[in-house]
């Protein structure tokens, strides 16, 4: 039998251990844009197909320069901060009665699953009958698609707190308001946010359903009007208005979550 | 099991060839086209086969929005398509996506197609008459539709401004009814069918038709400048078969008599029934919408230069854009009111 041999060996249990790449992102889209940009100037892509960066760009400074970007980026976000806020209140106050209440439970999850999956496009008709072509039709689209999401979300959340703390603080008879308030709230807030992170989603979707019923302005209805006439580099510029929106949507919940969250 | 599969390929291309003596020459193309009247010579040249007869294999390929069948063309799905003009339409034409090359239907006096309404409470303060539209507020699918550009010539005619009328984008009949209904706006544009169902509903008062007030050329044939370019006798071809058919469908429902009243002509019941066919839908309720259709496809040039400045005076259509390149005139002879 041989001596066993000593042989120095490098770290390899590295794993694999992501470290931050600050600016890859950036690099790596401004080389598609770069691309895409010399794809249609050497016309390898014809522009009716697929206008180029700076066509949208371009398209983008006109909608500013004529001074409607402000309306119709103001008007959508009105709209979206009034469909998501009554939407996700009325979530939460669902949410949590069917993840505290028996009774509550029993009725509301059959009723959920039922009328979750209803496109609220094909209630357009009904909902302008109902609400007029206004304000409150547009704003009802959008809390109606952010409601169902969002009371899933809290009760879920609720189910999701260990049953051993609820337990422990009812041994220690702690009054009903404050385990919810100092157990089940905090426990079930990081379902509820990660909840919140789908609904903005689908606010911002439901904002182009929204804006069909007779909206003048707002990014929805620009989208629309763009596609309906055609206008390519304007149907483009109004998408990356909505994707701008959800990302400063998202970097706020970002922001929400490590302050709510700091706890864990 | 392979044997097999030869076996049956053989079979199937024995098949083929003896049964088709004529598909050997024929050449394949694809038609678009919405499921309407106002596309009733293309189901009519393909139920009584003059595509086949000009040696033109055609399929057709359905669609449910106006927007849908130039895109078409331009993607190079279909070859040829029909479909109302809208400014959507002179934008993709601008940029040399299509060309036009023939009539669909046409807006013409005595062819109930588009109706003007007012709702009751509107009609009870007095709006009562097509000279009253200045500063009301009308159900529209979107801007730049079919729709805007005929309140434009009304508006024209009658000397309001257009841009006094409130116009409720509500893209789509269904929501554009709802809103009627529910008295959210004054006027509304609504095809024969559903004015006749508003109308018994008693939710509104017709005030009357676009056909009878402004007509124009509601509709066009086009195909792909590529097609005009690589493949003119097949163009040539379809528009003959085109124009077979819808002389035929001209000459059952755009007959009138000596007092210019609209009569049935010659098959009309034959017709009416093929067309009720291709439609899915009673006879009795196609008979409504009968649009007005050139026998030979001819369209009415100066309204398509008409259409472009229209548009273009409302922002709706580059400046860029030139009718005359958006026409080719050269398969189909004698066109209406060309400009000077």
Do not use: C
């Not at chain 1, 028996?102 to 059959?110: C, D, T, Y």
């Not at chain 2, 050997?24 to 595509?51: C, D, H, N, W």
């Amino acid at each position: 039998m041989a001596e066993p041999q000593m042989r120095e060996v490098a770290f390899r249990g590295g794993g694999f251990v992501l470290s931050p790449r600050r600016g890859a992102a950036a690099v790596f889209f401004a080389l598609l844009l770069a691309l895409w940009e010399l794809a249609i100037r050497a016309g390898w892509i014809s522009p009716l197909f697929l206008p180029a960066p700076s066509a949208v760009t371009t398209a983008l400074w006109e909608l500013a320069l004529a001074g409607t970007l402000g309306l119709h980026v103001g008007q959508s976000l009105a709209r979206i901060a009034a469909g998501w806020s009554i939407g996700t209140i009325a979530g939460l106050g669902v949410g949590f009665a069917m993840g505290i209440w028996s009774m509550s439970r029993a009725i509301g999850v059959p009723a959920v699953s039922a009328l979750f999956p209803i496109p609220k496009i094909a209630l357009l008709p009904l909902l302008i009958l109902w609400l007029g072509i206004g304000e409150p039709s547009k704003i009802a689209t959008i809390a109606l698609g952010v409601f169902f999401p969002t009371a899933i979300a809290a009760y879920s959340g609720i189910d999701g707190v260990p049953r051993n703390l609820i337990r422990m603080g009812q041994s220690f008879n702690l009054p009903w308001l404050a385990i919810l308030r100092k157990i089940v709230l905090p426990g079930a807030l990081p379902g509820i946010l990660a909840g919140f992170r789908i609904t903005a989603s689908i606010a911002l979707i439901l904002l182009v359903a929204a804006e069909m019923i007779g909206a003048q302005y707002g990014i929805g209805a620009f989208i629309l009007s763009a596609g309906n006439l055609m206008q390519t580099d304007q149907l483009l510029a109004g998408v990356v208005l909505l994707s701008v929106l959800g990302l400063a949507i998202g970097t706020v919940l970002s922001r929400l979550e490590r302050w709510l969250l700091g706890w864990r | 099991m392979r044997k097999f599969h030869i076996f049956a390929g053989a079979v199937a291309a024995l098949a083929v060839i003896g049964l088709s003596p004529v598909a050997q020459a024929a050449e394949k193309i694809a038609v678009g086209a919405l499921r309407l009247t106002s596309s009733g010579p293309i189901f009519i040249a393909l139920e009584k086969g003059y595509f086949r007869e000009q040696g033109l294999d055609a399929e057709l390929k359905l669609f449910t929005a106006a927007t849908q069948p130039p895109l078409a063309v331009v993607s190079g799905d279909v070859d040829f398509a029909v479909t109302g003009l809208t400014a959507g339409f002179y934008n993709l034409a601008g940029k040399g996506g299509v060309k036009i090359i023939g009539a669909q239907s046409r807006e013409e006096s005595g062819f109930p197609l588009i109706a003007y309404m007012a709702t009751n409470q509107a009609w009870d303060k007095g709006f009562r008459s097509l000279k009253d539209f200045a500063g009301k507020s009308v159900a529209v699918t979107t801007t730049g539709s079919t729709f805007h550009y005929s309140l434009g010539l009304l508006a024209k005619k009658y000397g309001f401004d257009v841009n006094s009328v409130t116009m409720r984008q509500l893209n789509g009949l269904p929501a554009m009814q709802a809103a009627f209904k529910g008295g959210q706006v004054d006027a509304i544009l609504v095809p024969s069918v559903g004015a006749r169902a508003l109308e018994s509903e008693g939710a509104g008062k017709i005030l009357g038709w676009v056909g009878d007030e402004t007509p124009w050329q509601l509709g066009a044939l086009f195909t792909s400048p590529k097609n005009i370019a690589e493949r003119r006798p097949m163009v040539q071809a379809f528009v003959r078969a085109y124009q077979k058919a819808a002389s035929e469908y001209h000459k059952a429902f755009n007959a009138k008599d000596a007092a210019g009243k609209v009569v049935k002509g010659p098959n009309y019941d034959e017709m009416l029934a093929l067309l009720a066919k291709a439609m899915e839908q009673p006879p009795e309720r196609i008979a409504i919408g009968l649009p007005y259709i050139d026998a030979l496809g001819r369209l009415d040039v100066g309204d398509i230069y008409n259409q472009v400045a229209f548009w273009q005076g409302a922002g709706l259509v580059d400046k860029s854009v030139d009718a005359k390149a958006v026409l080719d005139l050269s398969f189909v002879e004698g066109h209406f009111n060309l400009p000077r």
